[in-house]
């Protein structure tokens, strides 16, 4: 008997692992502290605050990259880059109504762009909130990292977080 993966892709489920801080020490224009706290067995939120010394503005440049994790070990980076410019709203558009509950978790002020400088502060929403985005909902089976950065025009990129999330799909063999 010879079993043989039918498909690789499929719709999945993310599941958020970890969210590390990037460079806390340096003295970037904004700077994240981010952490998921257990609020019971089947909730988990993202907590923490994002200080920005600049609005959230289109002058400014987004730099997503996924990185997959390789069967022979180690990370592997752009599985998915999106580089854009207008970073506040291709960011909004890719979001989507993770967007609005961001901004709604962390007090924002509006939910258009540009978001003005400041301290933004949440005290917890649940992760389940964060999967309503526009992006692909079929991809490939795997533990996925995405690093994201910023750059202000004329200026080297800022690393703002670094989130490690797993993609579960239903895989389908048959046999043979």
């Known amino acids: 008997m010879v079993v043989i993966q039918k498909l690789i892709t499929g719709e999945y489920r993310?599941?958020?692992?970890?969210?590390?801080?990037c460079e806390p020490t340096k003295n970037h224009s904004i700077k994240c502290n981010l952490y998921f706290s257990k609020k019971t067995s089947s909730i988990t939120e993202l907590k923490g605050n994002i200080t920005s010394m600049i609005?959230?503005?289109?002058?400014?440049?987004?730099?997503?990259?996924?990185?997959?994790?390789?069967l022979t070990g180690g990370w592997k980076p752009n599985s998915i880059v999106y580089i854009?410019?207008?970073?506040?709203?291709?960011?909004?558009?890719?979001?989507?109504?993770?967007?609005?509950?961001?901004?709604k978790a962390f007090n924002g002020p509006i939910t258009s762009c540009p978001l003005p400088a400041g301290t933004y502060i949440t005290s917890g929403?649940?992760?389940?909130?964060?999967?309503?985005?526009?992006?692909?909902?079929?991809?490939?089976?795997?533990?996925?990292k995405l690093l994201m950065?910023?750059?202000?025009?004329?200026?080297?990129?800022l690393k703002i977080s670094?989130?490690?999330?797993?993609?579960?799909?239903?895989?389908?063999?048959?046999?043979?």
């Open 14 to 21: 993310v599941i958020f692992d970890r969210v590390y801080p």
């Open 55 to 70: 609005p959230l503005d289109d002058t400014l440049t987004l730099d997503v990259n996924v990185a997959s994790w390789s």
């Open 84 to 103: 854009t410019k207008n970073a506040c709203t291709n960011m909004k558009n890719v979001l989507g109504n993770v967007w609005y509950s961001l901004i």
């Open 125 to 144: 929403v649940d992760l389940k909130e964060l999967e309503d985005y526009n992006a692909p909902k079929v991809y490939f089976y795997g533990k996925y």
């Open 149 to 157: 950065k910023i750059k202000i025009t004329g200026k080297k990129y």
């Open 162 to 176: 670094l989130l490690l999330l797993k993609l579960y799909i239903e895989i389908f063999f048959f046999y043979i």
